[in-house]
């Protein structure tokens, strides 16, 4: 009998597919899910992965088995689910393993208006109650169960985008798109193309824009250098403006400006932050503590309120509805608005982005160079035996440098001279994980040499 504990996580579901995530599997979550909600309709949707009909299929069954209704949406990205929960008012399911790799796929669930259940809020139940039900069996179905019906919301998601970002004063502007064979290919057209909407000033460059859950081409993590180089080529060799890249649930957006180079997630949350704070004056923005410093110090002098998190959405969108928050950016690229239901959502960052860049003349490297105020190095995972005992070692070895500590996500070591790192334990593997932040790069080098060799000592 399988342990569904080793497929829960801390925010969402994710197996192989035929031996963890089955059809039974997802059947008993889905029963699970009415269960722990009480649910009486809800709204599911699924990536581009082969297994994600049968599965949100087998899912729908449980629920429908509960008496629960079921809107299904079809091909989907994670965050046009998001809107179909706030739009729909329903609780919510999204087939998606995001950026792993095709055998895999996996379960997001949240509440009506896109409330996310995680660990803390609901998750940990539902793994309960699916756990019992594979081992004793399902109870007879209700006298009434449930109907299923279809709804397509891509064009009323678009719209609602579009609202939000005004794209129509923009100058012209040549944009690849790095779909990375996920559900960009089905958003960006109907989006930022004329699919569906009249088109904008937009020259869009595909790149596979096939949806493929087998991700022929490269991962669809954009995180990873390496999955944005066909990016970075064909920005150069098309003359465009900027890249976008998407991961395969199209949840996150990565950007690269006319020269081919990245820009980091932090100076993307300070240019987002600045246009949202435009729009509601001294209102709190969230970071989480990986972000740059340069992040509080933007929100600060643009008279908003910078709030640190941590790592996590179900922690970002807590804080935004504790704080009404206008908006929230994590050093992993994901974006959550206010206007969005507190959700994540590449597209409607992409969207800030291509705005500001339009609505100037300079490239986007000048754009975003007052974003760009240290050297950071990027995570940096090491195997460990044992994560205490390394977070101990940073600890004591930089306790005799005059370093402050916290502990509101791992480790975090503030140096006198404005250098930083955090240290993170990962929940699910033997790993810890390092971001070091300093002045300039050769300061940063230094500091993450530094700590990587008592890591890892």
């Not at 996580?9 to 909600?37: C, H, M, N, P, S």
């Not at 649910?39 to 599911?44: D, F, G, H, P, Q």
């Not at 629960?68 to 046009?80: C, F, H, K, N, R």
């Not at 066909?230 to 400006?257: K, M, N, T, Y």
């Amino acid at each position: 009998m399988l342990d569904l504990s080793t497929i829960v996580k801390a925010y969402d579901v994710r197996g192989i597919v035929g031996e963890q995530l089955t059809e039974d599997v997802a059947a008993a979550i889905g029963a699970a899910f009415i269960d722990i909600t009480k649910a009486e309709r809800i709204v599911t949707g699924h990536d581009m992965r082969d297994s994600g009909p049968a599965l949100s299929g087998a899912f729908a069954a449980g629920a429908t088995s509960r008496g629960a209704d079921v809107v299904e949406i079809g091909l989907a990205s994670t965050d046009l689910l998001y809107f179909a929960s706030g739009r729909l008012e329903l609780p919510g399911a999204m087939f998606t393993a995001s950026h792993n790799p095709a055998r895999y796929n996996g379960i997001k669930m949240c509440r009506a208006g896109a409330q996310p259940i995680g660990a803390e809020s609901g998750l940990v139940e539902i793994r309960q109650a699916a756990q019992g039900y594979l081992e004793h069996g399902r109870p007879d179905p209700v006298a009434r169960p449930g109907s299923v019906s279809q709804q397509d919301l891509l064009r009323a998601y678009a719209e609602l985008l579009r609202s939000l970002v005004d794209l129509s004063g923009s100058r012209r502007l040549k944009v690849v798109v790095d779909a990375g064979n996920g559900m960009a290919g089905h958003t960006v057209p109907a989006v930022l193309g004329d699919a569906i909407l009249p088109a904008l000033s937009l020259d869009i460059v595909p790149l596979y824009f096939e949806l493929d859950g087998t991700f022929p081409n490269h991962e669809a993590n954009p995180l990873e250098p390496a999955n944005l180089v066909d990016l970075q080529r064909a920005v150069v060799e098309h003359s465009a403006d900027i890249g976008l890249a998407f991961d395969g649930d199209a949840d996150r957006c990565f950007f690269v400006d006319s020269d081919g180079n990245a820009v980091s997630p932090s100076a993307v949350t300070g240019l987002v932050a600045v246009r949202e704070l435009a729009k509601a004056p001294g209102s709190a923005v969230i970071h989480n503590l990986i972000t740059s410093r340069a992040v509080p110090e933007i929100i600060l002098e643009h008279g908003g309120r910078p709030i640190r998190t941590r790592v996590g959405h179900s922690y970002i969108k807590a804080r935004m509805a504790e704080t009404d928050a206008v908006f929230g950016g994590e050093h992993s690229a994901h974006y959550y608005f206010r206007d969005f239901w507190r959700a994540d959502t590449g597209m409607l960052a992409a969207m800030h982005v291509l705005a500001a860049l339009g609505e100037q003349s300079r490239p986007l490297s000048a754009l975003t160079n007052s974003y760009e105020r240290y050297a950071a190095s990027g995570e940096i995972n090491s195997q460990v035996a044992d994560r205490d005992a390394g977070m101990a070692a940073i600890r004591s070895h930089f306790a005799t440098q005059g370093a402050t500590f916290d502990e509101l996500d791992g480790l975090t070591v503030s140096l006198p001279d404005g250098r930083w790192l955090n240290v993170r334990g990962s929940n699910t593997e033997p790993l810890l994980r390092l971001n070091v932040e300093a002045g300039d790069n050769p300061a940063m080098a230094a500091l993450r040499d530094e700590a990587l060799a008592v890591i890892r000592s």
